[in-house]
T-cell receptor, first 113, second 111 residues
């Protein structure tokens, strides 16, 4: 059974810092991994999707990497800003070739000025 | 700017009452998901449709929950009778090309 964990559960950093969020999954037979952002009281917004054949994906100041063999993904946020404050969740398909996702519990990030 | 819409945004009801939540997926998306989010359990998948056909509702308590897609522009999630433990935020998402687009959620409180 696939399980997804995220460390740390919460993170508070000053503006401008580069930071790394971690995601671990128990079953390495995944065909993609996604990172989402959730603002308080809002739904989730997809940030990056990494296919199993890829090692990383970049979007602006965000860079997500995927290491299937070790069951890990990291989300790197460069030059963090107060607007980056949100909860970040990673998700993997529940089994191969399905749209059903299993979500991690999230990392709550606060970037203070 | 296409987006998933959900109504109502907030709902307070008494135990035993019927609750109906509605979702309008993004036009052209062929998958629709219903999720429930709580502090204790995180985000849980309740039901999943592809091309309006229900593919998986194993995450739902069958005796009280039901999910339908009467047409391509409307998905519904009903709880009857509602219980206090159903209090949560319910999200609808529509999917396209492996990416899911979430609505703003319905925050349900059952007293």
């Amino acid at each position: 059974k696939q399980e997804v964990t995220q460390i740390p559960a919460a993170l508070s950093v000053p503006e401008g810092e580069n930071l790394v969020l971690n995601c671990s999954f128990t079953d390495s037979a995944i065909y993609n991994l996604q990172w989402f952002r959730q603002d308080p009281g809002k739904g989730l917004t997809s940030l990056l999707l990494i296919q199993s054949s890829q090692r990383e994906q970049t979007s602006g100041r965000l860079n997500a990497s995927l290491d299937k063999s070790s069951g890990r993904s990291t989300l790197y946020i460069a030059a963090s800003q107060p607007g980056d404050s949100a909860t970040y969740l990673c998700a993997v398909p529940r089994s191969y070739n399905t749209d059903k996702l299993i979500f991690g519990t999230g990392t709550r990030l606060q970037v203070f000025p | 700017d296409a987006r998933v819409t959900q109504t109502p945004r907030h709902k307070v009801t008494e135990m035993g009452q019927e609750v109906t939540m509605r979702c309008q997926p993004i036009l052209g998306h062929n998958t629709v998901f219903w999720y429930r989010q709580t502090m204790m359990q995180g985000l849980e998948l309740l039901a999943y449709f592809r091309n309006r056909a229900p593919l998986d509702d194993s995450g739902m308590p069958k005796d009280r929950f039901s999910a339908e897609m009467p047409d391509a522009t409307l998905a519904t999630l009903k709880i009857q009778p509602s219980e206090p433990r159903d209090s949560a935020v319910y999200f609808c998402a529509s999917g396209f090309n492996e990416t899911q687009y979430f609505g703003p959620g319905t925050r349900l409180l059952v007293l």
